[in-house]
Nanobody, 117 residues
Framework: QVQLVESGGGLVQPGGSLRLSCTASRTIFTVGWYRQAPGKERELVATITRYGLPNYAESLKDRFTISRDNAKNTVYLQMNSLKPEDTAVYLC??????????????WGQGTQVTVSS
């Protein structure tokens, strides 16, 4: 069973930082981080290709950084200068497979990030 597992969420004070991780059981290709706050639609935070090309939501690019370690099948989301409005469930979505040709799209279960004093 292929899985994407997120970790690193938690409670942080405004202005603080967190680093989220998304780890797959097999090779991951393009990966995206999304977030969903209560009562709001899911929104894209950032994506990164297999070769490390990032893309960000315009409003977040100055505070968030996506990166990856292909040897560990892991993608990270570094979040700095966190604000209460960043509170949401953060979800990882990625193409996973043993090769480019059999990759499929999967969602992780999400990790809660709460920014509050």
């Amino acid at each position: 069973q292929v899985q994407l597992v997120e970790s690193g969420g938690g409670l942080v004070q405004p202005g603080g930082s967190l680093r989220l991780s998304c780890t797959a059981s097999r090779t991951i290709f393009t990966v995206g981080w999304y977030r969903q706050a209560p009562g709001k639609e899911r929104e894209l935070v950032a994506t990164i290709t297999r070769y490390g090309l990032p893309n960000y939501a315009e409003s977040l690019k100055d505070r968030f950084t996506i990166s990856r370690d292909n040897a560990k099948n892991t993608v990270y989301l570094q979040m700095n200068s966190l604000k209460p409005e960043d509170t949401a469930v953060y979800l990882c979505n990625g193409e996973v497979g043993s090769s480019w040709y059999d990759r499929r799209n999967y969602w992780g279960q999400g990790t809660q990030v709460t920014v509050s004093s």
